[in-house]
């Protein structure tokens, strides 16, 4: 079975460019969960989809960050427009029943803002 | 503010020797803990849990203490190995089951030394 994939697995950007991020979920799941971590610090919540409904976007840093998980599969978090501060790995996690341990996260991707 | 401390950014141990994480928090609502490891270029992995309700769960080489008055657990790894090196994340949450955002520390870098 696949696990959690996310694309792309490397981004580098100009201050003030767009960015969109993707995370593919395991088959099946409907939770899934976006999750930041900026250099040296700690991996931060973001937020919380079931199936295509957020549930929880608590974490959300700003307006500038919009998640979208149409249909409840794969989701889509933009970045727009990118500043500094953005730069760090973003994680995607996915889980069936919404278990803290079954919590599947991918690979990140990490995003470089220039 | 953080609320999941991790104190100790590294730690290197013999191969053979006992490996000891530490965990802080500050958040009296968190009832239940999680440890997850990390290899580069890789998410987080889950390792092993702790209810509050409980001061101790084992897992083969893996042990996790909770000291739910001093708001402290720790993560034991006896003996350790060489492919124990990795980043080690202490995590929380507000109830066991639950399919909330988990609140995570800056992580531990454990290096086994042969």
């Known amino acids: 079975e696949a696990g959690v994939t996310q694309f792309p697995s490397h981004s580098v950007i100009e201050k003030g460019q767009t960015v969109t991020l993707r995370c593919d979920p395991i088959?099946?799941?409907?939770?899934l969960y976006w999750y930041r971590r900026v250099m040296g610090k700690e991996i931060k919540f973001l937020l919380h989809?079931?199936?295509?409904?957020?549930?929880?976007e608590s974490g959300m840093p700003n307006n500038r960050f919009l998640a979208e998980r149409t249909g409840g599969t794969y989701s889509t978090l933009k970045v727009q427009p990118a500043e500094l501060e953005d730069s760090g790995v973003y994680f995607c996690?996915?889980?069936?029943?919404?278990?803290?341990?079954?919590?599947?996260f991918g690979p990140g991707t990490r995003l470089l803002v220039l | 503010d953080q609320q999941v401390k991790q104190n100790s950014p590294s730690l290197s141990v013999q191969e053979g020797r006992i490996s000891i994480l530490n965990c802080d928090y500050t958040?009296?609502?968190?009832?239940?803990f999680l440890w997850y490891k990390k290899y580069p270029a890789e998410g987080p992995t889950f390792l092993i849990s702790?209810?509050?309700?409980?001061d101790k769960n084992e897992d083969g080489r893996f042990t996790v203490f909770l000291n739910k008055s001093a708001k402290h657990l720790s993560l034991h790894i006896v003996p350790s190995q060489p492919g124990d090196s990795a980043v080690y994340f202490c995590a929380a949450s507000d109830y066991e089951g639950g399919a909330d955002g988990l609140t995570f520390g800056k992580g531990t870098h454990l290096i086994i030394q042969p």
């Open positions: 989809f079931v199936k295509e409904s957020k549930q929880d």
């Open positions: 088959s099946g799941h409907d939770n």
């Open positions: 702790i209810s509050s309700i409980k």
């Open positions: 958040n009296s609502m968190f009832d239940y």
């Open positions: 996690a996915s889980s069936q029943d919404g278990y803290q341990e079954t919590q599947y």
